[in-house]
């Protein structure tokens, strides 16, 4: 569930007041998603998200998300775009939290990932990486590798529970992986998260489905491109049964590459950078499991499913394990 923090029907009036954006018709609670409080927010100007940011968000950190969307939607990028008030603020408050409207981006997120999906979304985070360019202000982050040792010490207590062995070959994985990361690849601002229920399809004339939008930049930040299509490689390759499918792979490493050619040095990293995007999710929904007391706000995924990922990437020799 995602919708934390109920909204009154007076709250809102009063709310959209500061707004050009007409009069309310309707509000819908979204049950996706997992930081924030998500509402369909309709009104006689159009349909608008209304997102209420929860506990998990550092306040001070939103006007430099904010901006980023503002950024790439300027640059012709398909995101939400922060719908300012009168006053030409977009960061308010509502129900006692930070709050923003942001534009509805029409399609669907793909419940299956099909081949047929990887290469425009190879194209998508390529056309991302670009529009970025020029957005000056940086943010760290905050969940690179430097913060998998402490978040891995956070999950030794209750991480065995889970399975027998984990935190014994999460150790090894992680002193591996940190002994092998790459420094000085090309960086720019990455989306981070970018799993299929932040990308949006729409189907041309032939049924071909074509990116309608990225959403959810609340993890984006300033990092390592490649590690961002490493990111996307587990997020979107991997069939149920955990199979790798390089189908896939070369779909989406081939369309970014048309776009954006990966250098000699970051495609020698891209099994690291594989290893290192698998331990991050799996080290945040080994944090959320072990550490959730039952009843808490917080939708929590199975790390396992990462693990084996992770084990997958352990094992490959180098980039051709990913079709280059
Ligand atoms: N700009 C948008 N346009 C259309 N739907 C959106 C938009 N932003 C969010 N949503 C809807 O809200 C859901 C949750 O949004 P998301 O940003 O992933 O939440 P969270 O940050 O809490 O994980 C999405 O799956 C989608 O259905
Ligand atoms: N993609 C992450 C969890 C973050 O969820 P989101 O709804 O904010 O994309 C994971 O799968 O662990």
């Known amino acids: 569930m995602a919708v934390y923090t109920e909204v009154t029907e007076a709250a809102l009036r009063g709310f959209l007041a ?3 954006l007409g009069e309310l018709v309707a509000l819908r609670g979204i049950a996706e998603g997992v930081e924030n409080s998500n509402f369909a927010l309709q009104t006689t100007g159009g349909s608008y998200i209304l997102t209420l940011y929860e506990k998990r968000v550092d306040p001070a950190e939103l006007p430099w998300f904010l901006g980023l969307m503002r950024h790439l939607a300027a640059q ?3 995101c939400p775009l922060p719908v300012a008030g009168r006053d030409g603020v977009a960061l308010r408050q509502l129900a006692g939290r930070p709050a923003a409207i942001c534009t509805f981006l029409p399609g669907n997120w793909p419940r299956r990932v099909r081949p047929e999906h990887c290469a425009p979304l190879g194209a998508a985070l390529a056309t991302l990486h670009s529009a970025g360019e020029g957005f000056r202000a940086e943010r760290p982050n905050g969940l690179g590798p430097r913060s998998w040792t402490p978040l891995l010490e956070r999950c030794r207590d209750g991480g065995d529970a889970v399975q027998p062995g984990l935190i014994a070959e999460l150790d090894g994985h992680l002193s591996g992986i940190l002994a092998d990361w790459p420094v000085g690849l090309p960086r720019g601002h ?5 799993f299929p229920d932040n990308v949006f399809f729409l189907e041309d004339a032939r049924g071909s489905p074509r990116v309608s939008g990225l959403i959810d930049f609340y993890f984006a930040c300033t990092d390592t491109l490649a590690y961002d299509l490493a990111i996307c490689l587990n997020a979107w390759c991997f069939e149920q049964d955990f199979s790798f499918n390089v189908t896939k792979a070369r779909a989406m490493i081939g369309a970014y590459q048309a776009l954006r050619p990966l250098s000699e040095a970051e495609i020698e990293a891209l099994p690291v950078l594989c290893r290192g995007a698998a331990l991050r999710f799996l080290l ?3 944090f959320d499991w072990t550490n959730t007391p039952p009843g808490a706000m917080v939708t929590r995924k199975d790390p396992l499913e990462y693990l084996k990922r992770l084990r997958f990437h352990a094992g490959a020799k ?5 079709g280059l």
């Open 318 to 322: 180098d980039a051709s394990a990913y």
């Open 190 to 194: 990455i989306h981070a998260d970018l």
């Open 76 to 78: 012709g990028l398909s």
């Open 18 to 20: 500061d707004y050009e």
């Open 284 to 286: 945040t929904r080994l």
